[in-house]
């Protein structure tokens, strides 16, 4: 099987690109690298450096005419397109738009979107399903909320198939300490550089924390089901900051110092989705609970880090 990852030089389009290579895949990469690494691009991908709003793009897609595309290039720090809502506009919305025409033109099979919570907005409710009302409360969840629409009248217009996955806060080995859901990210990068960790309002705030091998698994159930559908992708449990706090003040051994401050404006208080649909429709069920998913990201930002010191003052 042929198949192009968008983004697949990002935090989680390379998990997903690793993956699609073990199960045998011919996996072609777009990317641009404005937040991708080429280190974590697996050697054996077909590597384009490219913008998805571009021609060059679609020449590639009509090219490698692939069996399934998996789109997950994106703007993808909310911040940013609050600053700048065109530029968010340009890559989330244009930027889908060309991948579709071209996904379409080149007849590929499926095309597997990466969407977000953040469509939803503010709606505070304890568990969210898919059919709640979205009103994005960013340009961000705007921007992905109105690709989804453009994946849906694709399909209802051109007969382009797809399947939309709405991701919770995911976390993991190669993330940022920026952008979407990257809380756990920003205090293992604390740790490392020693200094204390800044907790925005009172550290009550939950959100569905979900790790980057199970969002990789739903990716790849998607290949084959959830046809023409729009499913949560989350572990529907809550996990407060202050929890993700102790338990890596647990596995880093020493008690981490927190600081807080005035709660962010606009910050939600607390997010979880429901995945019962990814498990009815997707066959899918997260394997990752948190204690087991900070640990492997904390082997990944701090262990193997101290190694690399210690042999460094050994030699
Ligand atoms: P990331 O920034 O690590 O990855 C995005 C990748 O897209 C990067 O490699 C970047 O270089 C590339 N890219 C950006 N603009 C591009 C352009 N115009 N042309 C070509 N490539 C471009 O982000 P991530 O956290 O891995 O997110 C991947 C996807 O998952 C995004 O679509 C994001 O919206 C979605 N998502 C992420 C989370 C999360 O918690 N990380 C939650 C919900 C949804």
């Given at each position: ?46 590597m ?48 889908t ?9 080149a ?68 993330q ?78 020493i ?41 492997e ?9 101290s ?9």
């Amino acid at each position: 099987m042929k198949v192009i990852v968008s983004g697949g030089a990002g935090f989680i389009g390379s998990h997903l690109v690793d993956a699609l290579i073990s199960k045998g895949m011919e996996v072609h990469i777009l990317d641009n690298l404005v937040s991708g690494q080429k280190e974590y691009v697996n050697p054996q991908a077909h590597m384009y450096v490219v913008d998805i709003g571009s021609e060059e793009a679609r020449k590639i897609i009509m090219e490698v005419r692939p069996d399934a595309v998996f789109h997950l290039a994106a703007q993808a720090d909310v911040g940013k397109s609050v600053l700048y809502p065109r530029y968010d506009a340009d890559i989330n919305i244009i930027g889908t738009i060309n991948m579709l025409e071209a996904c379409h033109k080149a007849k590929v099979k499926k095309f597997i979107f990466a969407s977000t919570s953040a469509v939803y907005g503010n709606l505070n409710r304890e568990l969210l399903s898919e059919d709640e009302v979205t009103i994005p409360a960013s340009y961000y969840g705007l921007s992905k909320l109105t690709a989804e629409s453009y994946i849906r009248l694709f399909y209802e217009l051109y007969r382009q198939p797809y399947t939309i996955l709405r991701y919770a806060n995911v976390y993991g080995p190669r993330q940022m300490a920026k952008g979407e859901g990257g809380v756990v990210a920003v205090f293992f990068d604390r740790i490392k550089k020693g200094g204390s960790i800044n907790v925005h309002g009172d550290g009550k705030q939950t959100r569905d924390f979900i790790y980057v091998k199970d969002i990789v698994s739903a990716n790849l159930a998607a290949l084959t089901y959830g046809n023409q559908e729009t499913i949560q992708i989350s572990t529907s449990q809550k996990t407060s900051i202050n929890e993700i706090l102790s338990l890596i003040s647990d596995i880093h051994g020493i008690s981490v110092a927190r600081g807080f401050t005035a709660a962010r404006e606009g910050d939600i208080k607390h997010s979880c989705l429901c995945n019962k649909k990814a498990q009815h429709h997707l066959n899918w069920k997260p394997i990752y609970n948190i204690e087991d998913g900070l640990k492997e990201t904390y082997a990944f930002n701090i262990k193997a880090e101290s190694n690399v010191n210690e042999a460094k003052s050994n030699d």
